[in-house]
């Protein structure tokens, strides 16, 4: 079965700190990986998009990573601000599933001033 | 431009009740999803549209759920009757392009919390 994973499911830092949050997943046939970004009531916002031919995308202060051979992603985030304070949630398209996401549970971050 | 509208954002309904939910995804996405979220979980999908056509239902409780995409634009999605397991945020989602090897960005709308007592 094809999973996502992702640790840990809450974090809380102070602000400034730079932070690493983890994805794994079971399968390396993959077309993509996705960094989401859901906020309490809200839908979710794409943070950034990684194609399996790709290693990296970075947005700002924002670094992804992907790694599929040992089916791992890393969602970076320097110098972190109370705004910040979101869920975030990876998801995975695997080959022959037609464009279908599958999400990680999320972690919870929450960025103290 | 306009993003994924959905409607209601809040529904609390009885068990047993019948309940819809509406979506308008952006103009021109050819491919529409709806997705189930549990509390404290990842979205899963429930239906998968490109046009009209369901092309993947395989996640959808057929029993009690339905959808349609009508003309290949907005969608409904139903429940009837509801279970009080059915409590969760429905979230519709689109994208350009169509096929299985759609690589888009999908757009996710605000999404419908539904409550079942």
Known sequence: KQEVTQIPAALSVPEGE?????????????????????????????????????????????????????????????????????TYLCAVTFYNQGGKLIFGQGTELSVKP | EAGVVQSPRYKIIEKKQPVAFWCNPISGHNTLYWYRQNLGQGPELLIRY?????VDDSQLPKDRFSAERLKGVDSTLKIQPAELGDSAVYLCASSPRLGGRNTDTQYFGPGTRLTVL
Do not use: H, M
């Open chain 1, 18 to 86: 730079n932070l690493v949050l983890n994805c794994s997943f079971t399968d390396s046939a993959i077309y993509n990986l996705q960094w989401f970004r859901q906020d309490p009531g809200k839908g979710l916002t794409s943070l950034l998009l990684i194609q399996s031919s790709q290693r990296e995308q970075t947005s700002g202060r924002l670094n992804a990573s992907l790694d599929k051979s040992s089916g791992r992603s890393t969602l970076y985030i320097a110098a972190s601000q109370p705004g910040d304070s979101a």
């Open chain 2, 50 to 54: 490109e046009n009209e056509e369901a």
